[in-house]
């Protein structure tokens, strides 16, 4: 039998470079519907344990789902982190080959674990929530130029985009719910992650489309996939501040909300104390 491969891609907006540890496939294909086709084909022609892919401001999303869909083993990993390797490895310099050539070794080295594959209506909600979420960028920012707006025609021109963007939001959000309340698994997770103080339909709708691990991982393993768990400092009789770091930012952000927003209910101590039991054993 052949030796099992680790395969690092390198993705950028037109292009894929792929590089494996050890060596035995290296090639580059467009970042294309087709090219992305060709890439799965060779990869089926090896034994692949583990594919690793940088996320690159989402170019990298079609090729992890299309690889996913495939039975590949597959892992987007934060850029920084293989950055980091790549200097421990003395690699200063930065191409498109050389970082596959990278990614292929933290993929065989690290071997970060996979994320499951989703759903499809997982990646269909995780579509829409990303698209909600950036419609909601564009209405605040609108909303902030209103406020500097002196002309009344430029002030009607904002509340027409604004009127527009409230609308399409509202519209995915029945859409949103729609496609929760229609998979039983999710539903069951809905209801559940509402139940907690401070959680709305937007907060789980993040969780449960960019969160696939929840109910499966431990609080402590969640913590630290999403980036909230404080990482000690210490060296000696040297205790520096403990910080987080890393993690899934956009599920950051939206916790970080709900916990302002659980803070303004202020409900009783021991509902607190609770509810993420019940959580996590109906999870």
Known sequence: MSESLFVGI??????????????????????????????????????????????????????????????????????????????????????????????????????????????????????????????????????????????????????????????????????IAKLIEADETLSRKDKILRSTPGVGPGTSAMLLSHLPEIGQLNRQEVAALVGVAPWDIKSGRWAGQSSIWGGRADVRSVLYMAALAARTVQPHHSRLCQAPRRTRQGL
Do not use: C, W
């Open 10 to 175: 390198d993705v950028a907006k037109d292009s894929l470079a792929v590089d494996s540890s050890p060596t035995g496939l290296t090639l580059s294909v467009p970042n294309s519907p087709e090219g992305r086709q060709d890439l799965v084909k060779a990869l089926k022609e090896h034994t692949v344990a583990l594919v690793v892919l940088e996320a690159t401001g989402g170019y990298e999303r079609p090729v992890a789902a299309e690889l996913l869909e495939a039975g590949f083993a597959t892992v987007v990993v934060n850029p920084r982190q293989v950055r980091d390797f790549a200097r421990g490895l003395g690699e200063l310099a930065k191409t498109d080959p050389i970082d596959a050539h990278v990614l292929a070794r933290f993929a065989q080295i690290v071997q970060p674990k996979p994320r499951p594959a989703a759903s499809a209506q997982q990646a269909e909600l995780a579509e829409l929530v990303v698209r909600r979420r950036q419609l909601v960028t564009t209405l605040t920012q609108e909303s902030n130029r209103a406020e500097m707006a002196r002309l009344p025609r430029v002030r009607r021109s904002i509340e027409k985009i604004t009127n527009l963007l409230e609308a399409e939001i509202a519209r995915l959000d029945e859409e």
